[in-house]
């Protein structure tokens, strides 16, 4: 089992940048496939990046491709999602997730989110 936790998330500028962090607990963590996804007011939580576990290989949710970079640090039990040109569609609560899989599919675990508003 693994622990997530988020940061980095606030209050930007359309155009402007952040940079999500999820720690995670335990010595499991290179096993996992780690994810970002988010959920918008009203809407479903939806996919946006993933990593697989030693980082060779990345996925991205179109809507953000040429914006937004996925990494992880295996020392540091640390997935990032760097995030620029935002716009105010990217508004939403950023949710990291570990799992088997990849692409992600529904990961079993999951941090409690951090949020991103993009104002315009």
């Known amino acids: 089992q693994v622990q997530l936790v988020e940061s980095g998330g606030g209050l930007v500028q359309a155009g402007g940048s952040l940079r999500l962090s999820c720690a995670a607990s335990g010595r499991t963590f290179s096993r996992y496939t780690m994810s970002w996804f988010r959920q918008a007011p009203g809407k479903e939580r939806d996919f946006v990046a993933a990593?697989?576990?030693?980082?060779?290989?990345?996925y991205y949710v179109d809507s953000v491709k040429g914006r937004f970079t996925v990494s992880r640090d295996n020392v540091k039990n640390t997935v990032y999602l760097q995030m620029n040109t935002l716009k105010p569609e990217d508004t939403a609560v950023y949710y990291c997730?570990?799992?088997?899989?990849?692409?992600?599919?529904?990961?079993?675990?999951w941090g409690q989110g951090t949020q991103v508003t993009v104002s315009s």
């Open positions: 990593i697989t576990r030693s980082g060779g290989s990345t």
């Open positions: 997730a570990a799992g088997p899989n990849f692409p992600p599919g529904t990961p079993p675990y």
